[in-house]
């Protein structure tokens, strides 16, 4: 999850998203107006060669995070790094001229609602921030790594096989709150009675939860000073607490003390110093130690990511994606900690590339053809920055064509049917399911701050009933 972009603040003590606008101020707009701005990149990662571009649309939404396509609005972006928009380029059916007005701000137009340009990185690596405005309407931006350029590669055909594992389909939630909000007194409750959250979501059709798991949150600078929420202690104990209610368990590595997401990426601070071949040895023995204490206590993960919206790279700097063969060492590293515990663990690499396929097609190429091996491909799905639904949906049909792959939407919070819709009906019954992002405190969230159940736990009672339960 991109959680920095996400507007976190303290609520009780619990790390959880802010509102970008409140429920009063939503009531007061009228229906199918234009609310926000919501950008997308297609490529997130470009190589600073100062030619290579990445196709960036900007889009009106409304308070449903419905499209809204009579907007006709002037717009403002700004570029921060070593990046410019090219000019001259069209929006929509009507041409838009992009004209630059100072170094860093190009004006353009909003025409039915949208507008699409190109970022064209410079020739030295950096984050370019991009930031679109238009008055009334709320602004957003989104960040793109340009790095060094280095050689592609191409699978070959011999790489692009299908798993062996037998893949089972997945009704999931992260809740790795969960003891978070318990330790603040919150109870939670279905239809007036009080159960365990995990129970509760079992009821509605449920079947697997996923944990994230720090190497040391405890720290001053990790996710949960002094407390170590998400640690492997904590981690055992909801294990439990999973295995007992008959669910199975998606463990999420984040191989960082802090989140782990496309803008950060922080070495763990036990591996500070460490490089190439000893920090991969770190990784593994790491990923080890952990799968083997859950083994021991009768709770093997069912399935394994092997880190966390890891298009970026992972445990930074070494393993950027602009280190590519470091990428995919410490990948291989963590995926031999797995299976040397347990192979019949499912091996899932997630990326944040819901709807941009340019870029999935180009990271996942990169790594197979590294020597990468796994078993299903997880993606994150926020309209805020990872396109339409028809855009997921392509991206989709593409990958598990071109990489004879499952794929599981393993991070999503809104439009909850809809989602769930174009994976379970993806050819060949390559989507595997679906994994809503923290349902119990954030974003469209199925209990409300008291722990009460609301209408929204009901979708799943239907979705349940049309993909898992056998006809």
């Known amino acids: 999850m991109k959680i920095h972009t996400k507007f976190f603040v303290a609520f009780m003590g619990v790390i959880l998203p802010a509102i970008c606008f409140s429920n009063q101020k939503l009531n007061d707009v009228e229906p199918n107006a234009g609310v926000e701005l919501v950008i997308t990149p297609y490529s997130t990662t ?19 995070g419905d499209d809204v396509t009579n907007t006709e609005a002037p717009l403002k972006i700004l570029v921060k790094g070593n990046g410019s928009i090219v000019v001259n380029e069209t929006s929509g059916n009507r041409q838009s001229v992009i004209k630059k007005i100072q170094e860093g701000i190009w004006e353009a137009q909003l025409i039915n609602g949208s507008c699409s340009f190109s970022l064209i990185a410079g020739s030295t690596p950096d984050k370019l921030k991009v930031e679109v405005s238009s008055e009334g309407l709320k602004s957003a931006s989104t960040e793109i790594h340009s790095i060094m350029p280095f050689k592609l590669l191409s699978p070959k055909k011999e790489q692009l096989k299908p798993s062996g594992k037998t893949i089972g389909k997945m009704l999931g939630a992260d809740i790795s709150f969960l003891p978070q909000l318990e330790s603040r007194g919150i109870k939670f409750s279905d239809n007036g009675v009080q159960k365990d959250a995990i129970e509760i979501l079992k009821d509605h059709g449920f079947n697997y939860i996923r944990l994230r798991i720090f190497n040391n949150p405890a720290a001053a600078k990790g996710y949960s000073p002094q407390k170590g929420f998400c640690d492997l202690e904590h981690t055992k104990q909801m294990a439990l607490r999973i295995k007992k209610a008959g669910m199975k368990l998606l463990l999420d590595f984040h191989y960082s003390d802090y989140w782990a997401d496309p803008q950060q990426q922080n070495k763990p601070s ?53 280190n590519p063969d470091q990428l995919a060492r410490l990948i291989k590293a963590g995926a031999e900690g797995v299976n040397e515990v347990d192979p019949s663990i499912i091996i899932m690499l997630h990326i944040a590339l819901g709807g941009q396929n340019d870029e999935s097609v180009f990271w996942l190429d990169n790594m197979i053809a590294r020597g990468v091996k796994f078993d299903i491909i997880g993606l994150s799905y926020y309209p805020r920055w990872h396109g339409t639904l028809t855009d997921l949906k392509n991206n989709m049909l593409d990958l598990i064509s071109r990489y ?6 393993v991070e999503y919070s809104q439009k909850k049917e809809e989602v769930n819709d174009i994976v379970f009906n993806l050819p060949n019954g390559r989507g595997k399911g679906t994994c809503i992002w923290e349902p119990l405190s954030t974003w469209e969230q199925i209990f409300d701050r008291d722990g009460k159940s609301n209408d929204l736990i009901k979708t799943y009672d239907k979705i349940a009933r049309k993909y898992l339960i056998e006809k």
């Open 270 to 322: 036990a591996w500070d110093g460490l490089e190439n071949e000893k920090l991969a040895s770190a990784l593994k023995d790491y990923t080890k130690e952990v799968i083997s204490a859950l083994k021991n206590q009768g709770t093997s993960p069912d399935m394994v990511q092997i880190g966390n919206e890891i298009n970026h790279g992972m445990v930074w700097p070494d393993g950027h994606i602009g």
């Open 46 to 64: 470009i190589f600073a060669d100062g030619h290579t571009k990445s196709a960036i649309v900007v889009r009106v939404l409304d308070k449903s």
């Open 404 to 409: 004879k792959k499952d794929i599981n939407l």
